[in-house]
């Protein structure tokens, strides 16, 4: 109870308020987001066991902050307080400052994000931990104004000046105590176990789901692709109108509303309001690939022929905006422009608006994405479909095929605006995310004239397998020469569904070859009798492994390790490794059905199979 007592004290000092001879060593980082504090003045060191031994031999506690490059909290942040030399120089003489790119370390970052959840009850980014010298994790913040964040060092710095030990001893207690792995041993799993699973999921999307706008929540809104990747598998399984009428809601507001880029193509990663109106303007790849695929599924699941173009437009977003050099799909586009505007990129006024287009297409523009009605933002309007263009046709008296030429010419004249723009692009290219990739553009070369993204599929996948996959390892990221990041399981069980996937449409033994042997790793590396590992010999000690993992924006990469199991065993007649994945599913059942919505990609498997 008085380790229990601390913590609170620490949560209380957090939640209360609205130096070494290090260098920063992010200076010309590989990494976008880390070179772009490589010019603070805090000295940023890397997430490495060199740094945790340096906090060890000094006594100080790490300060661990985790974001990424298009997160618009992480750059106010970084501009309001790591660029300020008061503070920087009291995180430099007190702490062992630490700069991660989740999109790098993602399993250290899922890692702080669970302890910051559990603690405080809410997770988010900039992502802030302090973390004992001996890597347990103490307590954490999000974004803090410089004001109360220099409250929060300096209240820490003293309770651990004053009694180390119990703080230590606290984190330890604490970390030890939040896991308790089971492991499957049975491979057969309950016949009643599927019906139990829909009729949960069945409740939860009726009750937890925005029956008016669609999706879930009720003030920001996130796609949640794998909830409803889920609700797809539920549908062909345990059909149900009420259910159909959801992801109908729900997909068509996400299509016609703000979080769809209506120019470009592609979508933005959350909106801010319930209503789908306002997006946080980040292009996030993984976000887009599971979105085509989703649309693409929902197009014969939901009968809805329409969503076939949604998720064309969505690929060829990916290939032209988010394209490599070499074959590969780049991280993201930022939601912040070169003019250091939120959103600037993808805003218009009616004056700029005037300039570039003819009355009638100013009229178009207006009545179908309602420019001249639209929640008028700081820096311009966004645009967002507020009627079908066949209704704007009959407003304005236009046949429906002068109606569709002038809203295309209406689309090449704002996009050739919009492209003497600047917006930063975060150029790396992830094993995970481009798995992801990979599985979309294998359904879309399937469709009508797929071929682009056929080629796109194949440049892609050589590039997986021979600049990410070497000598039996996966490697997270490649820049140039040089090899980025720590491959967890995300990136075996991405990439390994993707080759999978190619291997369906290619017919080439490589590809199934390639798959099955990224399968065996993940499973030797990351599951075992401490469940599941998100990555291999992880520095921060935090619970042991996982008996189940929640889905996030992503999948959870077990749930798509057991899937890509159980269709590998199909393929290949394998009645092992069938059995491998149903004893690591045949866990945590209480756990799944009492929070299914967050377990919904592992129910999906369990829908499957049956």
């Known amino acids: 109870m008085h380790m229990r007592a601390g913590l609170c004290v620490l949560l209380a000092l957090v939640m209360a308020v609205p130096a070494g001879a290090m260098d920063n060593q992010l200076k010309g980082h590989p990494s976008p987001y880390l070179a772009m504090h490589g010019e603070d003045p805090v000295h ?197 109108e009420r259910i159909a009428r959801f992801l109908t809601l729900t997909l068509d507001r996400i299509a016609s509303q703000g979080l769809n880029d209506h120019l470009g193509g592609g979508f933005f990663r959350y909106a801010v309001d319930p209503g789908w109106q306002i997006p946080h303007f980040e292009k996030m790849l993984y976000d887009n690939a599971l979105l085509a695929s989703l649309y693409l599924r929902a197009a014969k699941v939901l009968a809805r022929p329409d969503y076939v173009q949604v998720a064309r437009r969505t690929l060829d977003f990916m290939l032209r905006e988010l394209a490599g050099p070499d074959g590969a799909l780049i991280a993201s586009l930022s939601a912040i422009d070169a003019n250091n505007v939120e959103g600037g990129y993808y805003l218009w006024h009616q004056e700029e608006l005037a300039r570039l287009l003819d009355p009638l297409e100013l ?8 420019l001249d009605s639209a929640p008028d933002l700081d820096d311009g309007q966004h645009l967002v479909i507020v009627q079908p263009l066949a209704d704007v046709a009959r407003e304005l008296k236009l046949p429906p095929a002068r109606a569709h030429a002038v809203r295309e010419q209406v689309r090449r004249k704002l996009l050739m605006a919009r492209a003497k723009r600047s917006l930063p692009r975060d150029t790396k290219q992830l094993a995970a995310w481009n798995g992801l990739a990979l599985s979309a553009l294998a359904r879309g070369a399937r469709l009508d004239n797929g071929e ?93 492994g996982q008996t189940a993992i929640m889905d996030g924006p992503m999948p959870a990469p077990s749930a798509v390790l057991m899937a890509a199991s159980l269709r590998m065993a199909a393929a290949q007649k394998d009645a092992a490794l069938a059995e491998r994945a149903r004893r690591a599913l045949n866990v945590a059942r209480e756990e799944t059905t009492r929070n299914v919505l967050w377990y919904a990609s592992r129910a999906a498997v369990v829908w499957e199979l049956n």
């Open 44 to 240: 940023w060191q890397e997430w490495n066991a060199a740094t945790v031994a340096l906090a060890k031999k000094e006594g100080k506690l790490l300060y661990v902050s985790s974001g990424y490059f298009s997160c618009h909290w992480c750059h106010v942040m970084q501009r309001e307080s790591y660029r300020n030399p008061e503070i920087a120089a009291l995180i430099n003489r007190y702490f062992i400052p630490v700069k991660v790119d989740r999109e790098l370390l993602p399993a250290l970052d899922a890692r702080l994000i669970d302890f910051l959840e559990r603690t405080q009850g809410y997770s988010g980014w900039p992502l802030n931990v302090f973390v004992t010298p001996d890597g347990y994790p103490l307590v954490g913040m999000v974004y803090l104004p410089p004001d109360n964040f220099r409250q929060v060092l300096e209240a820490i710095r003293e309770q651990w000046e004053q009694d180390a030990a119990s703080l230590r001893e606290l984190a330890r207690a604490a970390s030890t105590e939040l896991s308790h792995p089971e492991v499957g041993r049975d491979a057969r799993l309950p016949p009643e176990l599927g019906k139990q699973l829909a009729v949960a999921m069945l409740n939860a999307a009726l009750t937890q789901g925005d029956e008016m706008q669609g999706g879930f929540g009720n003030q920001s809104k996130f796609p949640m692709a794998p909830q409803l990747d889920a609700l797809l598998t539920l549908q062909q399984h345990y059909p149900d």
């Open 363 to 370: 009229k178009l523009a207006n009545s179908l994405w309602g």
């Open 452 to 544: 682009a993204y056929r080629r796109a599929g194949q440049r892609l996948r050589d590039y997986l397998v021979t600049q990410l996959w070497r000598d039996g390892r996966l490697h997270r990221a490649r820049q140039g020469t040089r090899f980025i990041g720590n491959a967890g399981l995300e990136d075996y069980a991405y990439v390994a569904q993707g080759l999978f996937d190619w291997w369906q449409l290619s017919g080439d033994e490589n590809d199934l070859r390639l798959a099955r042997q990224i399968l065996d790793a993940a499973w030797q590396r990351f599951y075992g009798e401490q469940g599941w590992q998100l990555q291999e010999a992880p520095l921060l000690r935090y619970g042991a």
